[in-house]
């Protein structure tokens, strides 16, 4: 009777490490991706519903407060040299100098040159696959892995920052002065479901710009874009206005903000100009409410 109890009791033992082993872990439970293909009416087409980016996504917004405080800390470590300099150039340029401003532009600066601890280039993928997504860059504006002008583009922003040690009195007000972010264009009353938009890439080279990607952005700082998240990119994805590879930044841009400019003095005779390029698209009333948020968002913050 004992030697059965005995073995009876590793059995049980047995089967429970067994159905220990094949219960998932939180970890798989909080982060689950699955494979789900379309039937019927798109059969040549599979979707995944469940992007790896958005999971990936939703996991950096469980952790992004974590990651604020941490990289508040370190700031706070370093803020005595920012404070420091700020008002040395206080004392040495103009008592008119805001050095709350400067230090805050600093941190910014510091944030955006930490970027390069994460270059593109490490994701870059060898052989053919490499080159015919360096072709397709200029498609949309997440897709520009396999190619070196990303860090070259990066480097310009930053050679702007240290040129500032050089000026800031001219930063302070400038800013503001530069990226007017106000009147009718900025009116988020102003986009509804008759509204159609561009990718930021397309317009980017439909304005003869398409050798330099981002620059419109940079030489049009006053224009409204919107960062489509997850599941825009998903939605455009779907409807082929954008190839669904990568994680990579999408903006879309409103068209007729893209026509204004090409009607300009600046772009009117230019023999580079294409607008057969633009391919614009309406987009679902829900996207563009989070337009209109975003729009305002950004008007606000400019004030």
Same mark, same amino acid.
């Given at each position: 009777m004992g030697a059965q109890r005995s073995e009876g009791g590793r059995d049980g033992l047995l089967l429970d490490a067994e159905q220990e082993e094949q219960r998932p872990a939180p970890w798989n439970l909080m982060i689950k991706h699955r494979q789900i293909q379309r039937r019927g009416r798109r059969s040549h087409m599979a979707v995944s519903y469940t992007d790896p980016q958005v999971s990936m996504d939703l996991l950096r917004a469980v952790l992004q407060p974590s990651f604020n405080d941490d990289i508040m800390a370190v700031f706070r470590k370093y803020h005595k040299f920012f404070d420091k300099a700020a008002q040395n150039?206080?004392?040495?340029?103009?008592? @008119?100098? &805001?050095?709350? &401003?400067?230090?805050? @532009?600093?941190?910014?600066?510091?944030?955006?040159?930490?970027? &390069?601890?994460? %270059?593109?280039a490490e994701v870059k993928r060898a052989g053919p696959e490499a080159a015919i997504k360096r072709a397709r860059a200029a498609d949309e504006d997440y897709s520009?892995?396999?190619? *070196?002008? %990303?860090k070259k583009r990066r480097a310009r922003p930053a050679a702007a920052a240290s040129d500032r040690t050089h000026g800031f009195p001219s930063q302070v007000k400038p800013k503001s002065d530069s990226?007017?972010?106000? $009147? *009718?264009?900025?009116? %988020?009353?102003?986009?509804n479901e008759g509204s159609t938009f561009v990718l930021g890439s397309r317009a980017n080279k439909a304005l003869g710009m398409g050798g330099t990607r981002g620059r419109i952005y940079i030489k049009h700082a006053d224009l409204f874009k919107y960062a489509a998240d997850a599941k825009d990119k998903q939605w455009l994805a779907e409807r082929h206005h954008m190839r669904a590879t990568g $994680?990579?930044?999408?903006?879309?841009?409103?068209? @007729?903000?893209? &026509?204004?400019?090409?009607r300009s003095d600046d772009y009117r005779e230019g023999p580079e100009v294409r607008m057969d390029e633009l391919k614009p698209f309406s987009v679902p009333v829900w996207m563009v409410e989070k337009m209109q948020r975003a729009m305002e968002a950004q008007r606000d913050i400019d004030h």
């Open positions: 150039v206080k004392e040495n340029v103009s008592e @008119e100098v &805001q050095t709350d &401003q400067l230090i805050r @532009e600093a941190c910014r600066n510091a944030l955006e040159h930490a970027k &390069q601890l994460f %270059p593109e520009q892995r396999g190619s *070196p002008a %990303p990226i007017k972010k106000e $009147g *009718p264009k900025w009116e %988020p009353s102003r986009l $994680g990579k930044m999408a903006y879309l841009l409103i068209e @007729e903000d893209i &026509q204004d400019l090409a």
